[in-house]
């Protein structure tokens, strides 16, 4: 199924959710504009208890949702971009995957990379769920690989040739 968004055809799943007992009255995961990416997940956390992560700390946060992901693909945490340019605040394993076959709660593990206490409060919208297709990869073994121009360079090495000979000139 597809549905028509600005001209553009955006692919639809369906994807089962269970509420938990603990988020009965939190909404569901929600995509907040028409093309947006990610569905935005919402603290469980208890309402008179807020979690509370210092600076340097994290904190692993309930979301009171699980899902029932379609074989092929996979959900992937990914952090919310207010919360980091704002507050220092980001998914530490970004992005978490959860796999087709996990029927357990989503927990996001959040990590304040900020100079201050972040306050995490009921509801609070905390990290955005994707859902992507996957690929299985068959490995061959092979005693040498095809040449590419980077070839063994990593770590920043691509445009690197260039920058040099361009400060040599």
């Known amino acids: 199924?597809?549905?028509?968004?600005?001209a553009i055809a955006v692919q639809v799943i369906e994807v089962n959710v269970m509420?938990?007992?603990h988020a009965a009255d939190l909404p569901l995961p929600a995509y907040q504009s028409a093309l947006a990416a990610g569905l935005d997940l919402a603290a469980a956390v208890p309402a008179g208890a807020p979690v509370e992560i210092p600076p340097g700390g994290r904190a692993l946060i309930p979301t009171g949702i699980a899902i029932a992901l379609p074989p092929g693909s996979e959900g992937q945490?990914?952090?919310r971009s207010g919360l980091a340019i704002r507050?220092?605040?980001?998914?530490?394993?970004?992005?978490?995957?959860?796999?087709?076959?996990?029927?357990?709660e989503i927990q996001v593990i959040l990590v304040n990379l900020g100079s201050e206490v972040f306050v995490i409060q009921r509801g609070m919208r905390i990290a955005q769920l994707v859902i992507a297709p996957i690929q299985h990869a068959?490995?061959?073994?092979?005693?040498?690989?095809?040449r590419?121009?980077?070839a063994t360079g990593g770590f920043g090495s691509t445009g690197l040739a260039t920058k040099i000979a361009d400060e040599r000139n």
């Open 1 to 6: 199924m597809s549905i028509e968004v600005h």
């Open 138 to 146: 068959t490995l061959v073994q092979s005693d040498n690989l095809d």
């Open 19 to 21: 509420r938990l007992s």
């Open 148 to 150: 590419t121009e980077r």
């Open 87 to 104: 507050h220092g605040v980001t998914v530490l394993n970004a992005p978490g995957t959860i796999d087709a076959d996990y029927r357990g």
């Open 77 to 79: 945490i990914r952090p």
